[in-house]
């Protein structure tokens, strides 16, 4: 299962290679990938399926990881897929009219949507219906 691990990097040239070369080293892939700078540093969520390799590399290489987020992952799909206007305004719409708060949000690699929800197990069930 997929999960999503938040690391704090400095914003400087080199960082994003250091983080991607340690994973790579590793051989553990980047599934999907967030960043945002401000500040001086950057706010960096990761997408692994081997968290463990992830936690061991990016530990190998400095960096801490602060938090691991249990996600959904939208499956691939030929269609109807999240590259479609108002593909993500429906799955917004669906989780917040059941109740259901967005805590996390991005796209990641093969069209896929990583969510991180206040229930994760009823979005599950709701987007499931939804595909």
Do not use: W
């Not at 400095?10 to 980047?30: F, H, S, T, W």
């Not at 990016?58 to 897929?81: H, K, R, S, W």
């Not at 989780?95 to 259901?100: E, F, K, V």
Request: aromatic share 2%; charged share 20%; with cysteine.
């Amino acid at each position: 299962m997929a999960k999503d691990l938040l690391v704090t990097l400095e914003d400087q040239p080199g960082e994003g290679a250091r983080l991607g070369e340690a994973l790579g080293n590793a051989g553990v892939n980047i599934e999907g990938l967030c960043a945002t700078m401000e500040g001086g540093t950057g706010t960096v969520h990761i997408l692994v399926e081997d968290v463990a390799g992830a936690r061991a590399a990016l530990d190998g290489a400095g960096i801490a990881v602060q938090a691991e987020t249990d996600v959904i992952v939208t499956p691939v799909l030929p269609e109807p897929d999240v590259d479609t206007p108002g593909r993500f305004g429906a799955m917004a719409r669906a989780l917040a009219d059941a109740g259901i708060n967005i805590t996390l949000v991005y796209v990641a690699s093969r069209n896929r949507v990583v969510l991180a929800t206040s229930d994760n197990q009823r979005a599950t069930q709701l987007l499931q219906s939804m595909m």
